[in-house]
Structures are given as structure tokens and as C-alpha cells.
């Protein structure tokens, strides 16, 4: 089979070699839409049914009827501090210099207690709700009335590879399906040409951990979350390296159908191979519907400016919530924002504000505040945040005292698990909400604590699952994202 400037290793200039053929067709995930052509001659039909009746590979459906047909996660890697941003503790203020008076030591991360120390920005009520929001997030402040403020948030770790697992997995240890896999998995793709599950990393760099945060883990591979990268390539791998002519892609597909087709009927359906089947007919469609919905040109100045696009300071937050939304209109199930690459480095990329609160979350939140707020202006305003549920999250909160060898007021602040805020916005919420307290100086939770169990399965709630029953069977146990746990925050559904 030729190919325009293939190398000859000791064969016919132009022709594709065995090998290439295969690194071909392996690294370039859109070379074949082998399910369809096996589909439309049979051959699939029949392992379908098999699989289904031996397996649950496929999706369950919604339990009931959704509040949410979609939603969107804007992640905040590295722990935002609450006390600094949505809970308002004027007791911190008074407090501002003193020694946390407390029978026990606390339990801290790097052992290290200083003195209180106040907010670094002035809070205010916002809108008509009298939602508290600080200064830092000047332009979600203009849309706190859309907001359900969970303030009362709780975490198992206050190391942040683990947190972040439980916050994405429910579980500590990576290889368990993230909640966009486990929606994936309940509710099935809505369109036929985009994945059901996307990834919209800090151009910065990935978290830590990783891809093990959007893992499919035990659950079939078509639910692993799909990373689009800006630029010209937002998917790796899903064109091939060197342009082939059209005759040739069929030729390859062809051939590839023969052997997958074969291996197929001699496996008597074997799920697994079905899977990467499906996934390489995604792949193919991805081809034209990934460049529409990363392509933002044809978006109106308003837009541009709404999201502040043009703006270096928000334009790499900007393009990930403009280009959420979309995906979202377009079919994706849930797309899941990071906000925050690596913890690790100098000056820091993440929301890790040890060394200095003020300089590390005033330049976080300038990338994400408009970007974040004009997502939920424009979901509001094109009438999607009725039907879409969005997600601002981080792994755990920071400490009201200073963190500080010595006795004195530092500039930073250490991990706290023992409370934070995250919030919900649209389908099935009370919006302009606050839900559960800290005690009056924002060390730990006092009123309603909301462990990722209960945040999981509300969301799972509103998107019509029952988190108990969204199970996948796996070395003997009925799996589920919620594990052994999980209660729905009824409190703060409409």
C-alpha cells in the first residue's frame, strides 16, 4: 500500500512495511470506524447481544427522571482557601495575630502552626441572596444569586494526589473510575461523534496524579476521559503522522476490518475488543467533530469579550470554558475543567498557597474568575444552565492560622481537610444557598459536614442516578462510586 514520503527500510520506496502499517493504525486513533463497517455487514450483532447478556458493558440509563441532561467541573488544584474567598469569618478578623487557643495540637500536614491570620480580602454580600463572597472573585461576586454554596465540605487527606483521587475517584488509591467515567458508564453518549467524558487540563500542565483523575479504571475503556489540548492537535494521536490519500485509509481500513473481524468471531465476542472497536469508530467521527467544537474563530466579539479571550491573563481559562461550553452543547455528557497543573515548582502553577496567600490565589483567581462567571452568564442566558449542572471544586481548604516555624504571622497557609467550600450552580438546586457551617474561625466543620460521598452522590442524583445503584462488577465486588457510603444533600435541592 503506498503512502506519499514513506521511508523504504529495504523495500519499495513509497509502500507502507508491516510494522508501519500497524503503528499506523495503532498511534493514529482515527484510522478506521471499524464498528460501523462491522455492524453494517453483521458480525457485531451477535457479540453485542452476547456481551450484554454476559456483562453489563453497556449504559444502565438514567434510574429516574434527571434534573441535569449535563454538567461541567471546574477543578481548583491545590486547595483554595475558603476563609479567603466564600466563608466569611469576621471572628478570624478580630482574632487576626493571636495564638489558636486549643487543647490539642493540631493535626497538620507540615506541622507547622503560626498565628491567626485575617483574609487577605475584604468579603462582601452579593446580590439579592446576601451570598458572602470576597473581593478575590470580583466577577463570580456579580453571580453569587446563581450559586449553592456548600461551605461545610470535609476530605480523608490532606496530602494532594490522594485528595485529589478521593474528590475525582471516591477512593484514596488511583485505578477507580472517575465520576465523569461513572456518567459515562450510567448514561451513555448523547451524540455518536464526540466522547461522552472530556478533559479540558491547565494549559500549565496536568495535576498530580495526572491521568489516574480521569481514569475509566475497572469500568470498559470507551469511559476514559478524552484530554483536548489547545492548539492545532487537541487530540493526541487522532490524525495520522503523515497524510495518506483517501483510497489508501480505505484500503487500511479494509484490511484492519478482515483481521478485527476474524479475531472478533474466533473470541466468540470478547467485550474488551468490542470496546476498542467502538472506540476506534468514535475516533474516526472525532475527526471532523473535534475541530467544530475547539475551533472558537466563529464566536462573536461578545463572546470573546464576555470570557475575556483576548486577555492574557485569562485567555487559557477563557478557551477551556468557552470551549466547555461548546461541548456541552454539542452532547457532551460532562466536561471537567482544570484550574491548576503541577504542585510541584517555582514559582507555583496550583492553587498551593504555603508561602504566600495574597500572590498565589490573586493570580490564580485573575485567570479563572470572569472566565468561570461568564461561563454561567452564558449557560443562563442561551437557557442550558436550566438542563446543566456545574461543579466548582477543589481537594481541601487551608488553615485559618498561618503556616510558620515560629510563633508569628506568616504570609501563607497550610492544607486543612477538616473543612472548605466548594458550589453547585442550575438544574435542581436552590440557588443563591449557602448549606452547613465551620466553626467562627473556619477550622472545622460544625453544621452539616459533606463528605465527597454525599457530594458524589447528589450529583449523581441530579444527573437521575441512584448512587447505590450505579454498581460495575469487579473481582467479586459490586463497585460503585460512592463505595459503602453516600447520603443525597437533600437540603440544598429545589
Known amino acids: 500500500m503506498t503512502h506519499p514520503g514513506a521511508r523504504s527500510n529495504g523495500e519499495t520506496e513509497g509502500l507502507i512495511d508491516r510494522r508501519g502499517l500497524f503503528s499506523w493504525g495503532l498511534r493514529g486513533l482515527g484510522a478506521t470506524a471499524l464498528l460501523d463497517l462491522l455492524w453494517r455487514d453483521g ?204 483510497s489508501e485509509e480505505e484500503a487500511t481500513r479494509a484490511f484492519l476490518k478482515q483481521l478485527n473481524s476474524e479475531h472478533l468471531e474466533s473470541s466468540g465476542g470478547e467485550s474488551s475488543l468490542e470496546a476498542r472497536l467502538r472506540t476506534y469508530e468514535l475516533a474516526a467521527k472525532m475527526q471532523l467533530a473535534v475541530p467544530r467544537a475547539s475551533r472558537l474563530d466563529d464566536e462573536p466579539r461578545s463572546i470573546r469579550d464576555l470570557y475575556g479571550l483576548d486577555r492574557p491573563e485569562t485567555a487559557g481559562c477563557a478557551r477551556q470554558c468557552l470551549t466547555a461550553r461548546r461541548l456541552l452543547e454539542r452532547g457532551v455528557r460532562f466536561v471537567q475543567i482544570y484550574s491548576g497543573g503541577p504542585i510541584a515548582g517555582s514559582p507555583r502553577t496550583s492553587w498551593d498557597a504555603h508561602e504566600d496567600v495574597r500572590e498565589n490565589h490573586g493570580t490564580e483567581a485573575l485567570r479563572i474568575d470572569q472566565p468561570v462567571a461568564a461561563l454561567l452568564r452564558d449557560l443562563r442566558q442561551r437557557g442550558m444552565l436550566d438542563d446543566t449542572l456545574v461543579l466548582f471544586t477543589t481537594e481541601f481548604g487551608r488553615t485559618p492560622f498561618t503556616q510558620s516555624a515560629a510563633d508569628t504571622v506568616g504570609a501563607g497557609r497550610d492544607h486543612n481537610k477538616y473543612a472548605f467550600t466548594c458550589w453547585l450552580a442550575g438544574a435542581g438546586l436552590k440557588s443563591g444557598f449557602v448549606h452547613g457551617a465551620t466553626d467562627e474561625l473556619g477550622w472545622k466543620v460544625v453544621q452539616d459536614p459533606v463528605p465527597w460521598y454525599d457530594f458524589h452522590a447528589t450529583v449523581l442524583h441530579l444527573l437521575g442516578l441512584d448512587h447505590e445503584r450505579l454498581t460495575y462488577y469487579h473481582n467479586g465486588i459490586a463497585r460503585r462510586l460512592t463505595n459503602v457510603h453516600g447520603e443525597v444533600i437533600d437540603a440544598i435541592l429545589a
Not at 456483562?55 to 434534573?67: I, N, Q
Not at 491545590?78 to 478578623?93: E, N, Q, R, T
Not at 449553592?148 to 488511583?174: D, K
Not at 451513555?188 to 481514569?215: I, K, Q
Request: proline share 8%.
Open 43 to 246: 458480525s457485531v450483532r451477535a457479540a453485542e447481544s452476547r456481551a450484554i447478556a454476559r456483562t453489563s458493558d453497556r449504559p444502565t440509563g438514567p434510574h429516574f427522571l434527571p434534573k441535569a441532561k449535563r454538567a461541567v467541573q471546574i477543578s481548583l488544584v491545590g486547595g483554595m482557601s475558603h476563609i479567603d474567598s466564600f466563608d466569611y469569618k469576621p471572628a478570624l478578623v478580630r482574632s487576626h495575630g493571636q495564638t489558636l487557643q486549643t487543647d490539642q495540637k493540631p493535626d497538620l500536614f507540615f506541622g507547622q502552626m503560626g498565628r491567626l491570620r485575617q483574609p487577605d480580602w475584604a468579603f462582601r454580600q452579593r446580590g439579592s441572596s446576601g451570598v458572602w463572597v470576597s473581593d478575590l472573585f470580583p466577577h463570580l461576586a456579580g453571580v453569587a444569586d446563581e450559586l449553592t454554596v456548600i461551605r461545610s465540605m470535609t476530605c480523608e487527606s490532606a496530602n494532594h494526589t490522594p485528595a485529589l483521587f478521593v474528590l475525582n475517584s471516591g477512593f484514596q488509591f488511583n485505578g477507580f473510575p472517575a465520576l465523569g467515567s461513572w456518567l459515562s458508564y450510567g448514561l451513555g453518549n448523547e451524540v455518536d461523534d464526540l466522547p461522552a467524558f472530556v478533559v479540558l487540563a491547565d494549559p500549565r500542565g496536568a495535576p498530580n496524579g495526572a491521568a489516574s483523575n480521569w481514569t475509566n479504571g475497572f469500568l470498559p475503556s470507551v469511559h476514559q476521559g478524552v484530554v483536548l489540548r489547545a492548539g492545532t492537535e487537541p487530540v493526541r494521536d487522532l490524525f495520522p503522522g503523515r497524510p495518506i490519500s483517501s
